[in-house]
């Protein structure tokens, strides 16, 4: 007899479902799942992953590091002459005193220009003054002379030299030229201060001034000056002291204000061998009438001698 049919199963009606039907079906739902993984992880890695080379972090670079070399400050070129330390014995020159002549001594040459603002006394016993820094020097100026004369004004300064004016002369008016003179000075050979004014004399306009930082203040309309024989000399000079001299009757007891400038003409006045110039009282003080000096009244002379010695003064045509 042959084998028996599975139990149920009759003509035209399923036998059941086959046995690997759900295999498949679970192998196809494994293999959509692993798909959209793939697919997943490809997009989360076309997201992640940037795009192209512009894309990606820049590393920052190091900043350059600029090393800055100073600028080395240039050393000030000294001016004017060159430093001289030498050692002088003063004591062997001649002295520059209202009384001397000495010949190398050169004429102020710029005779109506203000000076510095500056005076100039010599430290010591006494500077050693030059006609020319580049040469020996021809004199010496003391720190204290009976007269004074010895605080200067300076006309020039440069790092190491100070030029000044000086008492004394060149050469006596019969002789030579006997106009305000000059000299240098080592800047270590001196002291220095300041002035705060200087005397304006105006001969034609008939004013004296006194001018203290631009602003004049005005002690004289008239006063009396020097004759065509005996002038009054012109240009710059100084206050080289200031005293009262009771034998001279004429000033009727008002202080002399001595300058450092002396007579173009007279060689010597009253006996002495010089003929100083000056600014003093007079009864009779209008107009061409002195010797050289300037004749004032009273209240310009009391102004003027309260000025210190050094102060300059420039006495106009």
């Not at 992953?49 to 600029?66: C, D, F, K, N, Q």
Request: with cysteine; net charge negative.
């Amino acid at each position: 007899m042959g084998d028996a049919a599975p139990q149920g199963a009759g003509p035209g009606e399923p036998a059941g479902p086959p046995v690997a039907a759900p295999r498949r079906r679970s192998a196809w739902l494994i293999g959509a799942v692993i798909a959209l993984v793939v697919v997943g992880g490809i997009l989360a890695a076309l997201l992640v992953r940037p795009e192209g080379p512009s894309a990606a972090a820049p590393t920052p670079s190091a900043s350059p590091t600029v090393t800055v070399t100073p600028t080395p400050s240039p050393t000030p070129t000294p001016t004017g002459f060159p430093a001289n330390t030498a050692t002088y014995d003063v004591t062997q020159l001649p002295q520059v005193n209202v009384f001397a002549v000495i010949p190398q001594l050169p004429v102020d040459d710029d005779p109506f220009t203000e000076p510095t603002g500056e005076t100039a006394l010599a430290v010591g016993i006494g500077a050693p003054v030059w006609a020319d820094p580049a040469a020996e020097p021809v004199a010496y100026v003391p720190r204290e002379f009976p007269y004074d004369g010895t605080t200067m004004p300076v006309v020039e300064r440069q790092d190491h030299w100070v030029r000044v004016l000086l008492t004394g002369r060149q050469a006596v008016p019969s002789k030579g030229d006997a106009s305000q003179v000059s000299g240098w000075l080592r800047v270590q050979d001196v002291e220095f201060a300041s002035t705060d004014a200087v005397v304006e004399v105006g001969i034609a306009a008939r004013t004296v001034d006194i001018v203290r930082n631009g602003t004049a203040e005005r002690i004289a309309t008239d006063f009396g000056w020097g004759t065509d024989v005996t002038p009054t000399p012109l240009g710059r000079t100084y206050i080289m002291t200031t005293r009262v001299v009771p034998e001279f009757w004429y000033t009727r007891g008002h202080p002399i204000i001595y300058l450092a400038v002396q007579s173009p003409t007279l060689d010597g006045f009253g006996g002495a061998d010089a003929a100083v110039t000056a600014f003093h009282y007079h009864d009779e003080r209008s107009g061409p009438i002195s010797n050289g000096c300037i004749r004032l009244d009273p209240d310009a002379i009391a102004a003027l001698a309260e000025l210190p010695y050094g102060t300059p003064v420039i006495i106009s045509p």
